[in-house]
């Protein structure tokens, strides 16, 4: 019998709510994962492994094949008419010398499933992109499929409750034969999972509470169903469904969530039809393991992927089937040079004496596969862990300044904003997966150099801003030793000493180092030690700091230490290298847990017109429900002077004073993304009176995206909002906010609520030049024209 391969996509929670909820909460783990290994296939000595999405480019499926022992990259297939964001390679099915590929999210989520040829000189080539054929509208074609000798099955889960569109191979050219129609209308997302052994053909459901899967087998020219799999064991959110394999007289429907561990169902087709014949469970399973994440079988085993088990390595089941049918022993694979987090098991096939894992979290979420290979004693181990080469990799922009013209810089859109230079990540030290965040600045009293720092998800890329059209990467600065990376991390200075905290990063405290210590570059990237560690706070999602009096502020302190409940952790850095603990403020009032946690602040000497406060060291606090007005000038006893919300509110999350300290500007992180408003807002904030902040208005850009982070120099606004990149904005009539320019960092996909893209940004050098962090791209290095600076 044919060996079937059952292929996994990873359960991928839309990427902007996914990333809504890590952006907003304190603590948690969250990456922009490209999806390398999301899903594997083998078959005829090809190894296939799938990256549906990564955020640059369609979607891609790279192919590997033995040379001389070493597992090398062949070629990477790609769709003749992709655009980013179809999740080409979600999928994959392959027999003989085609290989089937799903890309469910292309055409804004209509879908597609393509098949590819291998020719005899090794190349490959698109086939035909399959043409199914309803009456009704078609949604997440290609979510499920399955290719067989003769035969491609297309599952369209969003089709009523869910189809399978069967195509036919008619002297090379696929023909849709028939629709396969959901024959229960009590389970939904039919033909979310598929599997074909050239007789039987198995059709999972998925949903959270589904509870059957169902066997087909073709009968006088029809499919005709053959067997209804359910089970009365089921928990509550089992999954049962979500994949599916067949060999013959035996089915498997896997339920990663059962128990809250996982289990694999089995069937057994007997003369009284279809039968539940036993539960597959791991061993040593424990809670969350997920085993069940993927299924595949071979002639004689059944193996199973549990990408949760041990701390989040991962592990691979084999079972062994008798000739009776049976299911007896057991083993494990779980050591191929994997860590924790890396997810081993997210996908598996098997062919012969090789087979091919995901392990999607690998590389902070880039994601890699383990090939494996069975020796003479039947062991399995690891031969190769790969990685795609991709030449599509965004490239440094150097040696030259490209201005804005026609309404792009290079590929990136733009409107009276210049590129001076791009490095991407790779280039600042950053490993593969590695995601920008934070950004701050540093001028050198002594040599005039201008230095951006710059927040990576593992540590602090430093880069000299000399030559701003050749920036060049200085020094690095990893993360605290025994913390977790994650997707925060956020840097101040003060008195030439940079301060970086890390949120949802374990006990990673606040780093302090001598930035004087950039002069000692010699040619080759200093590794920096940090100079003090602040360990009274374990995580934190931000420090403040006030560079008049001396004192920084940490925010959103989690995990340990002293949190003052989230909101404000003072400590005096006066003696920069001797940071001392110098009290906590929080207004309960504020926070979604009732402890007033504070997201962002402002802190500073008050010179505005309450005359009352003149003088007084003012914090505003952006504190996900409301504003907080403090005066904190007694570190003994701050006072809660005032808050200020609105009933629409999102997420309250940062903002800043106006330079006269008359008005706040404060942006709403998730108003965009729970649909309270149709454009990006920012709520404009008449602290005439400190204590009775009043909404002197909300300003709309024409356009859908999240706003992030907000800094004010002048009578200019210049915001980071992810996808839609850099807006500027003229706020010297702060009642009537103008926006004079933008520049877009994140160009692959359209303007939408959601977290790509652009993160953060500083405008304060005394060269004018702005300096922007985008995630999964790199530091940009740019220049407001003379038109809208001289306004």
């Not at 469910?104 to 992109?129: R, V």
């Not at 710059?454 to 050749?470: A, I, K, Q, Y």
């Not at 400590?571 to 979604?592: H, L, M, W, Y």
Request: proline content about 3%.
């Amino acid at each position: 019998m044919k060996r079937i391969s059952i292929l996994l996509n990873m359960l991928f929670v839309v990427l902007t709510a996914q990333y809504a909820f890590a952006q907003t909460t304190p603590g948690g783990v969250m990456s922009q994962m490209q999806g390398f290994g999301q899903t594997v296939e083998i078959s005829n000595g090809n190894v296939f492994i799938g990256e549906p999405q990564n955020v640059h480019i369609p979607g891609a499926v790279y192919i590997f094949r033995n040379e001389g022992n070493e597992w090398v990259q062949k070629f990477v297939i790609k769709a003749e008419d992709g655009s980013v964001g179809d999740s080409f390679g979600a999928r994959l099915s392959a027999n003989g010398n085609l290989l089937m590929v799903g890309a469910p999210d292309k055409n804004g989520g209509e879908g597609a499933a393509y098949i590819f040829e291998e020719s005899e000189n090794g190349t490959w080539s698109q086939l035909t992109m399959l043409e199914v054929m309803s009456d009704s509208a078609l949604t997440s074609i290609g979510q499920g499929i399955a290719l067989g000798d003769g035969y491609a099955f297309v599952g369209i889960p969003e089709l009523g409750n869910g189809a399978v569109a069967v195509f036919k191979n008619e002297n090379g050219s696929w023909m849709q034969e028939t629709m396969i129609m959901n024959p229960d209308t009590a389970q939904v997302n039919f033909g979310n999972s598929i599997d074909f052994d050239d007789t039987n053909l198995i059709i999972g459901t998925f949903n959270a509470d589904a509870n059957a899967a169902f066997v087909y087998t073709k009968e006088d020219g029809e499919w005709v169903l053959d067997g209804t799999l359910a089970s009365n064991e089921l928990t509550e959110r089992s999954y049962f469904g979500r994949r599916v394999a067949i060999h013959g007289d035996m089915a498997f429907v896997a339920a990663h969530r059962q128990f809250n561990m996982g289990s694999v169902f089995v069937y057994t087709n007997t003369e009284d039809g279809w039968v539940a014949s036993g539960r597959l469970n791991a061993f040593d399973g424990n809670r969350f393991h997920s085993f069940g994440y993927s299924v595949t079988t071979t002639d004689g085993e059944i193996w199973v992927g549990a990408i949760n088990a041990d701390g989040g390595k991962g592990a691979i089941y084999r079972y062994f089937v008798n000739e009776d049918g049976s299911i007896s022993s057991s083993s494990k694979i779980a050591d191929v040079g994997n860590s924790p987090g890396d997810n081993l098991g997210g996908a598996v096939a098997v062919e012969g004496d090789f087979a091919v894992t995901g392990m999607t979290g690998a590389d902070y979420g880039a994601g890699s596969a383990a090939i494996l290979s069975k020796d003479n004693d039947g062991n399995w181990t690891a031969s190769s862990i790969v990685i795609g080469e991709n030449v599509e990799l965004l490239q440094s922009i150097t040696d030259g300044k490209i201005d804005c013209d026609a309404g792009s810089a290079s590929l990136f859109g733009c409107e009276q904003v210049n590129l001076i230079s791009f490095l991407p990540t790779r280039e600042m030290g950053g490993d593969r997966g590695v995601n920008l965040n934070d950004i701050w600045g540093w001028e050198d009293p002594e040599t005039g150099k201008e230095y951006a720092l710059v927040g990576r998800s593992e540590g602090t890329s430093f880069v000299d801003l000399s030559d701003p059209t050749n920036p060049i990467y200085v020094a690095n600065l990893p993360m605290t030793e025994g913390a977790r990376a994650n997707v925060w991390r956020d840097i101040k200075v003060y008195e030439n000493h940079a301060y970086i905290v890390a949120d949802g990063a374990g006990p990673h405290g606040m780093q302090v180092i001598d930035l004087t210590k950039l002069r000692e570059f010699d040619g080759e990237p200093m590794l920096l030690e940090a100079d003090a560690h602040y360990d009274n706070v374990n995580s934190a999602h931000n420090v403040v700091i006030n560079e008049e009096t001396g004192f920084a502020y940490i925010v959103g302190a989690s995990g340990g230490g002293t949190t003052c409940g989230g909101g404000l952790h003072m400590v005096n850095i006066q003696d920069p290298k001797n940071p001392e603990f110098a009290g906590c403020f929080a207004d309960p009032s504020t926070g979604r847990s009732g402890t007033g946690y504070s997201h962002d602040a402002q802190c500073v000497i008050y010179n505005g017109p309450d005359e009352e406060h003149s003088g007084k060291e003012i914090c505003v606090g952006a504190n996900e429900t409301a504003i907080s007005v403090a005066d904190v000038t007694d570190k003994d006893n701050p006072i809660a002077l005032s808050t200020g919300s609105y009933p629409d509110y999102g997420y309250v999350h940062q903002g800043w004073f106006t330079e006269d300290h008359r008005y706040f500007f404060q942006n709403d992180e998730l108003d965009e993304l729970m649909g309270t408003v149709d454009e990006t807002r920012t709520i404009v904030w008449d602290l005439t009176d400190l204590d009775d902040p009043q909404v002197l208005t909300q300003y709309f850009n024409d356009n859908a995206s999240s706003d992030h982070n907000l800094y004010i120099k002048d009578n200019l606004m210049y915001q980071s909002n992810y996808v839609s990149g850099l807006q500027v904005i003229d706020i010297s009539d702060p009642a009537n906010p103008t926006r004079v320019g933008y520049f877009d960092t994140f160009p692959f996909a359209p303007d939408a609520a959601g977290f790509s893209g652009t993160w953060s940004n500083y405008p304060y050098f005394s060269s004018g030049v702005v300096v922007m962090t985008s995630g999964t791209e790199g530091l940009f290095i740019l220049e407001t024209s003379p038109e809208v600076i001289n306004r």
